[in-house]
């Protein structure tokens, strides 16, 4: 069955994949060297287990001459509405055992309060409908509900300390946000790290990253800017990341200090929203 078939299937997808491969004579190894993407990734695609990026998809379009097939038929999300650019990032998440994310404005979208996230798309330019922010509230609640599970996945969030303190719809729903991940680092659900103002520069200050494991798979780490982001999962780029991370934590306060003073600041809004 051709992916035009059914659009929706990543197996689909692999197996055409697959097949466009085959005709064009080359091994998964002469496809990756072309496409500046490792084995490991088109061997994941064609296996079903994981979706290539927009970019991906037309850098295998290019060297396959499929005539754009990989790119329109690219796997759906059901509806569900994400940035583009984090389309890849937001299944990996669902699926990672181990989360470790850096995020320097905003809390990251899996820790986010209905009230927190409704303000922040409610920024968006161009503007949303009322219908398009519904529909995008949903699908970023949803991906909370990963923590539901007491377990896994084992997610460390490291915080700059604005993340804290720019109040994103004011401060009772500030107070809200804040007081929600404490009790989520206080059940033992979540490490949360503040990177405070006084640590000055550090490792991981140009963007948000988002470290990945898995159980069968090897890591990945997603890293974003303004409108844009990009899955790596190139030994030494995951590499270079980790050890980025580590040394921005290493400055970081401690989670218990972390978690003190995020009840503190929320205090302050609390008071300042009475």
Not at 74 to 83: F, I, Q, S, Y
């Amino acid at each position: 069955m051709a992916i035009e078939d059914n659009p929706g299937s990543r197996s689909s997808y692999g197996e055409e994949l697959r097949r466009r491969r085959e005709a064009a004579g080359l091994t998964q190894e002469e496809l990756s060297v072309r496409a500046i993407m490792s084995r490991t990734h088109i061997a994941h695609i064609e296996a079903g287990r994981r979706r290539p990026s927009v970019e991906d998809a037309r850098r295998l379009d290019e060297i396959l001459q499929t005539g754009g097939v990989l790119e329109r038929f690219l796997p759906t999300l059901d509806g569900r509405r994400v940035a583009e650019h984090f389309e890849a990032a937001k299944e990996l998440q669902q699926q990672a055992t181990v989360i470790r994310e850096y995020s320097a404005e905003l809390v990251p979208g899996i820790l986010q309060t209905e009230g927190y996230a409704r303000a922040v798309f409610q920024t968006r330019f161009p503007p949303m409908t009322d219908e398009e922010c519904d529909k995008a509230l949903v699908t970023r609640l949803g991906r909370a509900r990963i923590l539901e599970n007491p377990w896994s996945p084992v997610v460390w969030a490291l915080l700059n300390e604005a993340v804290l303190r720019r109040p994103v719809g004011g401060p009772t729903v500030m107070a809200e946000q804040l007081r929600h991940i404490v009790e989520l680092g206080e059940r033992r659900r979540i490490r949360a790290h503040v990177l405070p103002f006084g640590t000055g520069a550090h490792p991981l200050m140009e963007g948000a990253v988002s470290l990945m494991w898995f159980e069968d798979l090897p890591p990945v780490v997603y890293v974003e800017g303004w409108k844009t982001g990009k899955v790596w999962e190139l030994p030494s780029v995951v590499h270079q990341c980790l050890s980025a991370y580590d040394l921005a934590l290493g400055d970081a306060m401690s989670h218990q200090q972390s978690l003190a003073l995020m009840r503190s600041v929320a205090e302050e809004y609390e008071h300042e929203a009475r």
